[in-house]
């Protein structure tokens, strides 16, 4: 039984920090590839006994300190009526994307957040085959990020679509974002009823924005959601996850989250001196390290453990774990961390 995780992101003071790594579930280990042989990705994630084995899959094989269900940010869009496809080495699409206020008149699925109760079996699933091994993480992507797949159609290297609406018709896109806030709000409250223990935004594509329009087009937004999951009866800790924010730092320090998730590109001490002493830190070694010889991952690993200082850290990579990480180097992350932590 181990709730270190969840005490290091309430800010406790705790035996060593917990690791976790971000992607864990669904791209490096062999049970996943086998299984991903024979069901499709959106099949999977619709099947509740699989996707819980592929959850509990890295808690076994690389021994980290939480769970995260598998599902994908993008579920919410489809269960909005947005025709979502996922194929086999092309990502994610969507071949009706949203572009316009007619394209948000598209969107007319009752009760999307009622549709996706296979994330809710998924969770209630983990939680007891889990049966208090460690926490698990439920997810959803930020009302911004989730709004440059929906706008793109797909993923994107400019973004010319979602810029081009923000510039042309801002309170047009602000309905579309207001939307998704509502859904995802329910679907993250109804993630921690089926016993989701803490909640992670991935804001994948927040940094795009200079920090007047990030507060002007994504923050109000992003801002709903964290409220209404803070009033939630049985409130779990919050952990914002942005990449290429570094020009964004003061205005994390005011989000109402436990946890700030940083990308590798900010070195974790600049980012303390930034946001101040109360919140949580998770991160943020390079993903691409993990490519590097053991020896040189765990020197890594141990340089950012001081770097963290020891405390209010729970470690992790700076975004998902690259696909060709080779799991025994995964190993050597989380074991350097819970081993170095400890003495
Ligand atoms: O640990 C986990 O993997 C848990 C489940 C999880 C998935 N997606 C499953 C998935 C999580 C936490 C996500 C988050 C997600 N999904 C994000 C935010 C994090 C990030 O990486 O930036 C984004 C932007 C998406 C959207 C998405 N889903 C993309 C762009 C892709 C294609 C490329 C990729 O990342 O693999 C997906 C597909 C996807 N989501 C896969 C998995 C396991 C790969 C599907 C496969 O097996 O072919």
């Known amino acids: 039984m181990s709730d270190l995780f969840l005490r ?30 024979r069901v499709g990705f959106l099949e999977l994630c619709k099947t509740p006994e699989l996707a819980a084995e ?66 809710y079996a998924a969770l209630e699933r983990v939680r007891r085959e889990l049966d208090g ?18 706008v793109e159609g797909s993923g994107s290297k400019r973004f010319a679509h979602l810029l081009g609406w923000s510039w042309r018709d801002p309170d047009g896109l602000a309905e579309l974002l207001a939307r998704i806030a509502e859904v995802s709000l329910a679907y993250l409250s109804a993630q921690i009823d089926a016993g ?11 940094g795009l924005l200079s920090a007047e329009r990030w507060r002007e ?29 570094a020009h964004l730092l003061d205005e994390l320090a005011g989000l109402p989250v436990e946890v700030l998730s940083v990308d590798w590109r900010q070195p974790l001490p600049a980012v303390r001196r930034a946001i101040g002493p109360h919140k949580v830190l998770q991160g943020n070694l390079d993903p691409a ?21 020891g405390g209010g850290h729970v470690v992790n990579l700076g ?22 932590g400890r003495a």
């Open 289 to 309: 390290a993990l490519l590097a010889p053991p020896p040189v991952i765990e020197r890594l690993t141990r340089e950012l453990l001081a770097a963290g200082g």
């Open 196 to 206: 989701a223990q803490a909640i992670q935004l991935f804001d994948t594509w927040g």
């Open 319 to 340: 975004h998902g774990i690259l696909p060709t990480t080779p799991v025994e180097h995964a190993r050597v992350f989380v074991r350097t961390v819970q081993q170095a």
């Open 8 to 37: 290091a992101c309430r800010g406790e003071t705790v035996e060593r920090p917990p690791v976790w790594i971000m992607r864990q579930a669904g791209r490096v280990l062999p049970g996943y590839r086998r299984l991903r042989r």
């Open 54 to 119: 592929v959850t509990i899959e890295p808690v076994d094989a690389l021994g980290v300190d939480a769970a995260i269900v598998f599902a994908d940010i993008l579920l919410p869009l489809e269960a909005m009526g947005a025709e979502l496809e996922f194929s086999d080495g092309s990502g994610p699409r969507f071949p009706h994307p949203v572009r316009d206020r007619t394209g948000i008149g598209r969107l007319t699925r009752d009760d999307p957040a009622g549709a996706l109760g296979y994330v």
């Open 133 to 150: 091994r460690v926490p698990v993480i439920g997810f959803g992507g930020t009302p911004w990020t989730l709004a440059t797949y929906l």
């Open 217 to 245: 087009l994504a923050r109000p937004p992003l801002l709903r959601v964290l409220a209404g999951l803070g009033r939630h009866p049985r409130p779990v800790p919050l952990i914002y996850y942005l990449r290429g924010g």
